[in-house]
């Protein structure tokens, strides 16, 4: 066994590219999964954190309608009905100012005397700022002291007891930064301030967002009996739940990518492994002479990959952590854009993320060298298989490897239509998919390097034949790089056709959607009443409709309720998608019922006539669902209810944006501006746009997300391209004889260069076109099965001839520059080498 | 490496118990000057006055008391609201929890024969409903520990007593495994400490606080320890002390005896702790007759000898037993606390318990019950 | 120069570094050849055969010396100009075939053809011609794999000749055939030598190869003599 091992060391330190090929596999594929299970790991953790910081002991919130809960149901609590374990809390968006770009953070309004029942917040104080006595005199009397995270004091340039902006709602104050938090950056989202600053800032006397509380179990229904009409007792996991589970679907999207970069990977060992088991043939040979057993064959390959897999592994854990940092940031930008706000400092290596990428590269090289070591014990003692006799296996075999690829395109099948809802069946079948093409792809190309042959013969003669009749007659050696290469690049086209469709239906969403000329709002609500009235009686605007979300979290989930009062013209706007919109507006506008957004229906299981409950300020009430309406919205999607409705349940009266029709729509431009100076007259900064204004920022943003995505797909063709670099090395390396045979027959270097380029753009051509029919079922799967189950949006798919070409040339690209050294050194082939006896 | 301040000790530095000397000082030495001062005597006026005096630094409503069950049982109780602003105005706000006040209350039970000491603490802004004093009618809370008119408290038009006898208020307080419902009625009228209310401190003016007593408070009501409850009876005294500035830096701390005798008189001495050892020459007392009447005992009247100590088991010496003399009474008193450890460890550590006196004076047997308060004993930083 | 003269060598000199010690494969080699001659070179294995073939087709360097072919110095020529000429002057025929496996019997031939520019009719017929001459014009589309040995060899010997290359360099070209194969093949070869007028350099093992050269030179400690033909 020794001597076996001691022959295989041997071979590899003698063949250095086959073992770096083999280790680099191994890291590239983990890495990219390391790397996202880290991104996504800090960036949960980060989350979870804290919300566990600001959470603390507290089991329950006590939550209100739009306009909160009353602060004198807080003293009620406390004064009457002696509890002693909860806290109240103030809370909002806060715009911090900044020349890398503003810094949107949660202004965390809380009692501190309250709080040390529930949390522990730690604050480092001032380096010389005076006595802790100091420091809490001032963040409780001096309106406008806050405390951020060192981090963010940092980021942000804010120094202690100096002060700075903040734009609330709207609104520009003054803080004054007296501490900072002296945590590892786990508060790094929040701003905070004492409750009666928020109150101040918030222009809220009197109303709390929430009560935090502690419970226990026997409390509860006592508890429950106190609550006010229009109050409700959240269970805080639950809350802290269904806010993170908004974030899965992205995340899963995110997992499943990188899975798919392990897959390139798993490619790209199986090619070096079997290939080094090929050309060790006549030593295996000879050691099965002298008496070494099948399995000492077999457990020597086999030990081989697991040690490639190991050093491969740790390496990509390395890389994966470096990769994990900067893929962070587009998490945590597409998480902030999308979801909630989110501060993540640094990654978090957790054991069980190192064993996780550690297990991925032994697991998957072992996979991957399991057919080769199979093969390798199988070999008859001595002697030395010529190599088309291999090649004519691998040939028969093919019809049968496919045919077991069209089974499981068969399987997959059944996979997507076993279940209309679970994602990750939805994800099964894209990988089922995946390796059934990844099992018909060699042929497909066999046959088409058989229909490309006489093309090449015609275009560049015997010698461009040979160089195409090489891809179908080794495809042993090239089947797999073609593969990896097609499964790369059919990702991209995948990806880029359902974007650039998903990019179609927002866009024609947006258009239809903003209906009104010029829009301003501010993201937190509650825009001045005055500055309404001043907006909607300027001279140009005809009619102009209002709007106010709010979010309404319960028991297992969480419904965004958009309030709207509709312009005349603006009911055009929403897409009723399964009723006559003549019949439902007259009675959304008239009777106690909402529409909802296709997505909430499908999450929520919603059809027309079915209700949906809401809590009002008078205690909770079904509203029956009159229609779906299309939206893209990726959170705001929920029950859209008009505002007359709205004032008949609920108290709030706050408005987030208003939507201006003008009597001339080129005039948007200057109403605008118009909008902006009454912002100022009105000492509230809202955030006034055209149409066109918006639509293009929510592009913006929207392309933004998919720039992760991007990332991710780049790096699986990166990975494609070390595989045909591998594969077309090995092939020249196999090819010695021929090469130098040619070089003997006349054949110069760049003509050989030349030649073998071909054979590469070639390959490149052929994984192209192969990656064709797997890009577009991958498109029609995201599109119609994954999008559809993670987010509820139904997308109108449209191929654009652009993205397919763009795949094929991008196959060919990779496959040139993967190829290309394998190429140059081909032309350096010795022409002696031919001469040379076997 | 900086050290970071748990919000905890930020509310540690505002208690007025802080043995720490430069806390000590802190708080209670060279106010701030837009802080008035107590500096000369004020006329006092009752009930308005056992209301809030928010434009002073801090102030305190402190009730102690010894109790007996209808079961013959001994307890001992304190409930101590202090009120500190945190800063001369409260700030124009709309928001109701802007304020420059803050409350902080302790509350203890001394149950010597099971030999527990029970206390809690609780901080809170007086802002919101959550925590305040008002005058009239007389209320001083925090959540829902409550002293509190109990006239005003039952019925908005209460006839309360306009010449600030005979008090009648509730006192309501719970914690977690205790509490204590109780009905106060004043026996004898505010008494006046110091010279008509000003209780000089230091030698330094307006180094002073305004000062006064209710010297015997017949109470009755219940203690409820875990499940049981106990029907009470007995006396409690109330001071109440309003300054901006008090001590100086070489005071380290006081020792404060509250006497009720069983002849109906009553005996309050403070001592006041120097640096050095000695005994400040501002200390100083109250001795109140049977029918109201008081008279100011200075530090030269009374002879104060401690006689034994009692050693912390969190570190810090204190005396446990003492003898006080008044000469010219010829009252011959020694003091003994009902139980060893009345230790509180609330944010600042100090002693506060209940004690009996024995005695003679003239050669006549006295005897009777009180209260006693030890600060600046705990070594500094052994409370964390 | 003597234009009936087709090699010319001078001073030919090739080392190799065998373990510690440098071995002289070749040490000051003089030799030249007639146009149309047909030389067998002897010597046993390691005698240097195969270096004096890969000096002559330009394939190999020497240490020193001259090889002038057609009145062409190899030595002097640079990498890219020395695989033109064997392009154009020099065909090959090896003991292994070496026919390429992926390309039919035609296509094997027409490589050569296709690198020296002949294309189209002219290359067809050229093909067909030299097939018809080593009598395998009906395997044309078959793979080299499906033929015997002495098949393939003959298929090489038409891929060698067919764009008349002035000068045949064979290494063992019957060493992995037997007898009556071998001598299929030297008679093709003899045939189609007679059609292009090349010359000849076959280095063999072979009595019967030998014979049926005009020339036998024996190599043999870096020293190229003239043997008498048995």
């Known amino acids: 066994m020794t001597v076996v091992l001691k022959a295989s060391a041997g071979f590899l330190r003698r063949h250095p590219w086959q073992l770096g090929l083999a280790v680099l596999g191994i890291t590239a594929g ?19 954190e804290s919300l566990d910081a600001v959470t603390g002991e507290a089991t329950h919130q006590v939550v209100g309608g739009p306009d909160g809960v009353d602060e004198a149901f807080y003293a009620e609590l406390r004064t009457e009905r002696g509890y002693t374990a909860l806290a109240p809390i103030v809370e909002s968006d806060a715009v911090i100012r900044n020349p890398d770009g503003d810094r949107v953070l949660t202004l965390l309004g809380a009692d501190l005397f309250a709080e040390q029942a529930l949390r522990d917040y730690r604050f480092n104080p001032g380096d010389t700022s005076g006595s802790f006595e100091d420091l809490f005199d001032r963040f409780l009397t001096a ?17 202690l007891n100096e002060s700075f902006t903040v734009v609330v709602r709207g609104r520009e104050r003054e803080a004054s930064l007296v501490a900072t938090f002296a945590d590892a950056g786990t508060l790094g989202a929040y701003l905070l301030a004492d409750i009666a600053t928020a109150q101040e800032w918030l222009d809220s006397p009197g109303r709390l967002s929430r009560i935090d509380i502690r419970l226990n179990e026997d409390e509860l229904a006592a508890f429950r009996a106190l609550l006010p009409d229009g109050n409700r007792l959240l269970h805080a996991a639950g809350r802290t739940q269904s806010t993170l589970e908004m974030t899965d679907a992205f995340m899963i999207n995110l997992n499943a990518m990188s899975l798919l970069a392990l897959l390139v990977g798993l490619f790209l060992i199986y090619n070096s492994a079997s290939f080094t088991v090929l050309q060790r043939r006549p030593l295996i040979g000879t050691l099965r002479a002298l008496g070494v057993t099948q399995r000492q064959v077999l457990f020597a390959i086999v030990g081989e990959a697991a040690v490639l897999g190991a050093i491969g592994g740790i390496l990509g854990v390395l890389l994966g952590v470096w990769l994990g940092e900067k893929l962070l940031f587009f998490v945590t930008q597409s998480i902030n854009d999308l979801y909630f706000r989110l501060a993540v400092s640094d990654v978090r290596l957790s054991g069980i993320t190192l064993a996780k990428g550690l297990a991925a590269g032994v697991v998957a090289a072992l996979v991957a060298a399991a057919v080769p070591a199979l093969e390798a014990a199988g070999y008859p003692p001595r002697l030395t298989m010529a190599r088309s006799t291999l090649e004519g296996k691998t040939g028969r075999a093919l019809p049968w490897v496919a045919v077991a690829g069209m089974a499981l395109m068969a399987l997959a099948w059944l996979t997507l239509t076993a279940s209309e809802t679970s994602l990750l069946a939805g994800l099964v079948a894209i990988f089922l998919l995946i390796l059934s093409f990844a099992l018909t792809i060699p042929w497909i190309v066999a046959h088409l390097a058989g229909l490309f042959a006489p093309l090449a013969d015609r275009l560049g003669g015997v010698t461009a034949r040979l160089a195409v009749a090489g891809i179908a007659a080794s495809l042993s050696r090239t089947g797999v790089a073609v593969v990896a290469l097609a499964v790369a690049v059919s990702a991209t086209i995948g990806v880029s056709v359902m974007v650039d469709s998903f990019r179609g239906s927002v866009q024609s969403w947006l258009e239809r959607t903003l209906s009104a000329d010029v829009y301003l709002g501010l993201p937190s609500g509650g825009i001045d009443p005055d500055l309404i009235e001043a907006v909607t009686e300027l001279d140009a605007v005809e009619a ?14 969480q419904t965004r309720l958009i309030v709207i009062r509709m312009a005349p013209g603006g009911y055009g706007g929403v897409e009723i998608l399964d009723a006559d919109p003549a019949e439902v507006w007259p009675r959304w506008d008239r009777e106690d019922a909402v529409l909802v957004s296709e997505p909430y229906a499908w999450r929520n299981g919603l059809r027309r006539g079915d209700a949906v409950a809401l809590p009002t300020d008078r205690g909770r009430r079904d509203f029956p669902v009159l229609a779906t309406f299309q939206s893209y919205d990726v959170n705001g999607s929920g029950v859209l209810m008009s505002r007359s409705v709205f004032d008949r349940h609920w108290t709030d009266t706050t408005v987030d944006s208003i939507g201006l029709y003008l009597d001339d729509a080129a005039r948007s431009g200057e109403i605008v501006a118009e909008v902006e100076a009454l912002g100022r007259r009105f000492d509230q900064r809202v955030f006034a746009s055209s149409n066109t204004g918006i639509r293009e920022l929510s592009l913006s943003i929207f392309d933004r997300t998919f720039i992760i995505t991007d990332i991710l797909y780049w790096l699986a063709v990166g990975v494609a391209i070390v595989g045909i670099f591998g594969a077309m090395l090995a092939l020249q390396l196999e090819r010695g004889r021929e090469l130098g045979l040619l070089r003997s027959l006349g054949m110069t270097r760049s003509e050989l260069s030349g030649n073998v380029a071909i054979q590469t753009g070639t390959i490149g051509a052929l994984a192209g076109l192969a990656a064709i029919p797997l890009g577009i079922a991958m498109a029609w799967v995201l599109i119609e099965v994954i999008n559809r189950r ?21 196959a060919i690209a990779a496959a040139l520059v993967g190829g290309a050294y394998p190429a140059w050194r081909a032309g350096g082939t010795e022409p002696a080498l031919a001469m040379r006896e076997e | 490496m900086k050290r970071a301040i748990p919000v905890i000790a930020l509310l540690c530095s505002l208690s007025a118990h802080a043995q720490q000397r430069s806390e000590l000082a802190e708080l209670l030495d060279a106010g701030d000057e837009s802080f008035p001062r107590a500096v000369e005597p004020r006329a006092f006026s009752f009930p308005a006055d056992h209301g809030p005096h928010p434009e ?17 049982r001994r307890f001992g109780y304190e409930l101590t609201i202090f009120r500190f602003a945190l800063a001369p105005r409260r700030p124009a706000s709309s928001s109701a929890w802007r304020s420059n006040q803050v409350y902080i209350a302790h509350l203890a039970v001394t149950d010597p024969e099971e030999d527990r000491f029970l206390t809690d603490e609780k901080f809170s802004r007086g802002a919101a409903g959550l925590a305040g004093a008002t005058a009239k009618p007389f209320a001083v809370w925090i959540d829902d520990w409550r002293i509190a008119d109990r006239m005003a408290d039952r019925s908005a038009a209460s006839a309360g007593a306009e010449d600030g006898a005979g008090e009648a208020w509730s006192l309501t307080a719970a914690s977690g495994d205790f509490s204590l419902t109780l009905e106060l009625d004043a026996l004898k009228p505010p008494v006046l400490n110091g010279q008509a209310g ?13 000062y006064y007593s209710l010297t015997r408070i017949a109470t009755r009501g219940e203690i409820r320890i875990d499940d049981e409850v106990f029907d009470v009876a007995g006396f409690s005294w109330l001071d109440r002390e309003w300054s901006s500035s008090a001590l100086d830096k070489e005071q380290i701390g006081w020792d404060w005896f509250a006497l009720q005798f069983d002849d109906g008189t009553e005996l309050m001495y ?4 120097r640096s050095d050892g000695s005994e400040d020459r501002n200390s100083a007392g109250t001795r109140t007759a049977a029918d109201g009447t008081a008279s100011k005992l200075g530090s030269d009247a009374v002879q104060l000898t401690v006689l034994d100590t009692w050693d912390s088991p969190a570190g810090g010496t204190y005396p446990s037993r003492w003898r006080l003399a008044v000469p010219a009474e010829e009252l011959v008193l020694e003091i003994e606390p009902v139980m060893a450890n009345q230790e509180l460890f609330t944010t600042v550590r100090y002693w506060e318990g209940a004690v009996d006196v024995t005695g003679t004076k003239g050669g006549e047997r006295v005897s009777g019950r009180g209260y006693v308060e030890l600060t600046g004993y705990a070594p500094p930083d052994s409370d964390e | 120069m003597d234009s009936k003269v087709a090699i010319t060598l001078e001073h030919l000199t090739k080392t190799y570094i065998e373990g510690d010690r440098e071995h002289a494969v070749l040490n000051d080699v003089h030799a030249s050849i007639a146009r149309g001659a047909s030389v067998a070179i002897r010597g046993r294995s390691g005698s240097g055969k195969s270096t004096l073939l890969n000096l002559i087709a330009g394939i190999d360097v020497p240490d020193r010396g001259s090889v002038v072919v057609d009145g062409t110095d190899v030595t002097a020529l640079d990498e890219r100009r020395r695989t033109l000429f064997r392009r154009r002057h020099i065909g090959f025929v090896y003991q292994a075939f070496n026919l390429i496996p992926t390309l039919s019997v035609a296509d094997n ?9 002949v294309t189209g009719a002219k290359a067809e017929h050229r093909i067909d011609e030299l097939l018809d001459a080593v009598d395998l014009l009906k395997r044309k589309q078959s793979r080299p794999d499906v033929l015997s040995g002495g098949e393939q060899q003959r298929v090489a010997v038409a891929r060698a000749l067919a764009h008349r290359p002035s000068l045949i360099l064979a290494d063992e070209p019957t060493g992995n055939l037997d007898d009556d194969a071998a001598g299929k093949v030297l008679a093709v070869l003899e045939r189609l030598l007679r059609q292009t007028g090349g010359t000849l350099l076959i280095a063999t093992h072979s009595d019967r190869v030998a014979r049926s050269c005009d020339l036998t030179l024996a190599l043999s400690g870096g020293r190229l003599d003239r043997q008498e033909t048995a």
């Open chain 1, 790 to 810: 993670a987010f509820g949006w139904q997308i109108a798919m449209d191929v654009a001839p652009g993205f397919v070409a763009g795949g094929v040339l991008l």
């Open chain 1, 143 to 159: 309106p406008g002291s806050v405390v951020v995270s060192e981090q963010t004091a940092d980021e942000l340039g804010l120094r």
């Open chain 1, 30 to 48: 983990v890495a990219v999964i390391i790397a996202v299970d880290l991104a996504n790991g800090s960036a949960r953790l980060a989350f979870l």
């Open chain 3, 109 to 117: 031939v027409r490589l050569v053809l296709e690198l020296n520019r």
């Open chain 2, 270 to 273: 403070y001592s006041i702790r």
């Open chain 2, 56 to 72: 002073f630094r801090n102030e305190w409503w402190y009730i102690t008391g010894n109790l007996d069950s209808t079961t013959g």
């Open chain 2, 198 to 210: 000003l209780s000089q401190k230091s030698d330094e003016p307006g180094n002073a606080s305004y």
């Open chain 1, 544 to 557: 102009f409709s209002t709007s106010r979300r709010t979010l309404f979290f319960d028991g297992d989930g």
